[in-house]
Each structure stands twice: as structure tokens, then as C-alpha cells.
């Protein structure tokens, strides 16, 4: 094969030649909060459900629960890890790959402490403003070390908008929960900043940058995490009948759903991973945001509509972890997913051109 059938072979698109994105052990585990954080997305649900449908406290509980017990003894693993080898987390944040995960450990935090603020309002304010600041501060350095050329443009997949996108909308929701409402605004514009200035950059890279690695291509969903995260965070700071920001976020989110349901092709094409965890937290968001859509509008039957996502959302997400706790007694079938999701970062890396040589 000569020099330029390689090239064509490797990249579905022209782009500058890059280099691979670096394959460090360990980078997994950033992704495997995608597990807390879809637990709480769902307990969401069942917390509108709580109020507006009547629905019982314990499915809510069990959920926050369930992501507080996984959380803590992931950010436990990933904190004694990070003893043992100094600069871990510096550089997983330089990952091109798996960096916008590590926002998922602060992001958790203010889902769980945002919740249980209900109980313990002091400590569970004190709390969440920490973790609002830590990811900040995260999204800060995740933003910095992208604009002064630490990424390359293939390697961009849409779990970036995860981390400044999606989070500020749960930062600004947590703010509201706590009281601190002109926070809460404050924070609400620097997710639509983030998200017109990185979603550009995005939907770029994927519409001119070629086809995304399968082990990546969960990643899609966060276009759906962005506008559900928005339309919760502006509801919940403007109580009341809606206006005409909200009636134009829930627009954005209608397109969102079925630009999802469009790809639902694609996805059943995929094999499954631990990755199909990053699919239940945009579910469990728009679970939310539907309820309390419905309950706001009130049109005829919006009851059986309301039970009715739910449990689509609540059936997905235990059949993922059903199909993850299969997986994890297998044996046979863990080490072939493992492979899976190491080689993401080697695909990823493969997906640019080689300079063809004469």
C-alpha cells in the first residue's frame, strides 16, 4: 500500500498531522464516575416526581444513595492513587481523551450535597458551595491548558462540553438550591458562554474531523445534557410561569431529543462498555426537566406522560447496570470490555492523517 492509500485509510477527512494522544494507565477511572453521576441524574428525576406526581421518597433515596456509596469509594481509589504517584491528576487533566471527566468527581459532589441540603441545610450549603468552587476550578484549568494548544483538533469528542457546559448549569442549579440566587444567574451565563464557544468547536470537529471512535460516540449524548442542565437551572431560578428564555431552551432540548432518537442506529451498532454510563445522566436530566415541563404546562393526560418517562428512564438505567454488574461476574467478558476501552484512546489517535510522502 503506498504512503497516500495509508493516509486515505487512516483519515476520513484532511487534517494537520497530530499526534497521538498519550495512553496513561489509570485513565479509565475518570470515567468510571459516569456511574455516581447517572445515579443522581436519575434520583433527579424521582425528586420531581416526589413533588409533582406524588411519587414515594424511597426509589429518590435509594438512587442518592446508591451514586454517594459508588462515589466515595471511587474518588477513595482515585485520591489514594494519586498519593502513590505525584502530579496524577495534573495529568489526567492534560488527557485529551479522558481529561473532561475529572469534572465529574465535583460534579457529583453538587448533585449529592445539593440534595441533601433538604436534611442538613448548613452542612449541605458549606458543601456545595466547595464543590461548585472546586469545579471551577477545574473547568479552569481544563479550559486553559485547551486554549493554549494542549489538544489537537481531532482528538476534541463531545464530552467536552461535560465539564464548563453542563456543569455550570448544575452549579447554577445547586446555587439556587442553596439560596445564593444571584450566583446562580451569574453561573447560568457562563454555561451559555461555554456552551456557544465550545459547542462551536464541537460540532466542528465532528462535522469536518471524520467519524468518532465507537468507544466514543456515547459522547454524543452530551448534546443532550447541555439544553436538559439549562432548562432545570432556569426553571429552578425563575419560579413561576414560563417566559420566553424557557419556552426557547425547551425548543433546544425537543431538537436535542430527536437528534438522539436519530442516532439510536448508531448506537445499537456499538458493543457495550462501562461507557454506556455517560447515556444515563442526559436521560435522568431530561427525566427531570420533562416532569417539571409537564406539570407547568398541564396538558390533558400530562400525568401518564410524566410516569411514563420515568420509567423509560428508570428501566434504561438499571438495564445498564444490570448489564455492568453481569459484566463485572464474568470474567471473559470483563477482560473483552477492557479492551474496548483502552483502545478508545488508541482510536482516537488513529482517526488523522499520516503526511503523504512522495
Known sequence: MTHSATAVALAPATQEAVQPPNAKPGMHELSRFGVPLGLAGLGGGWSSARSYLGAPVWPEEILYGAAAAVWLVLTAMYVFRGLRRKGTFRSDLKHEVAGPFASFIPLVGILLSSHYSQYLPTWGAWLCGVFIAALAIVAAQLFAHWVTGGVSMQSIHPGYLLPVVAGSFVASIGLSIIHAHDAAIATFGAGMFFWLLVGTVVTVRLMTGGELAPAAKPGLSAYLAAPATANIAWMVSHPGPMGAVQLGLTGVLAIMTLLQVTLLAEYRKLPFTSGFWV???????????????????????????????????????????????????????????????????????????????N
Open 279 to 357: 447515556f444515563t445522566f442526559p436521560a435522568g436530566a431530561t427525566t427531570n426537566y420533562s416532569i417539571r415541563w409537564l406539570a407547568a404546562t398541564n396538558p390533558p393526560g400530562w400525568e401518564i406522560y410524566s410516569w411514563s418517562i420515568l420509567g423509560l428512564a428508570t428501566a434504561f438505567t438499571l438495564a445498564i447496570a444490570t448489564r455492568t454488574a453481569t459484566t463485572a461476574m464474568r470474567p471473559d467478558m470483563a477482560r473483552r470490555i477492557g479492551r474496548r476501552e483502552k483502545a478508545t484512546d488508541h482510536d482516537e489517535g488513529r482517526r488523522v492523517q499520516i503526511p503523504a510522502r
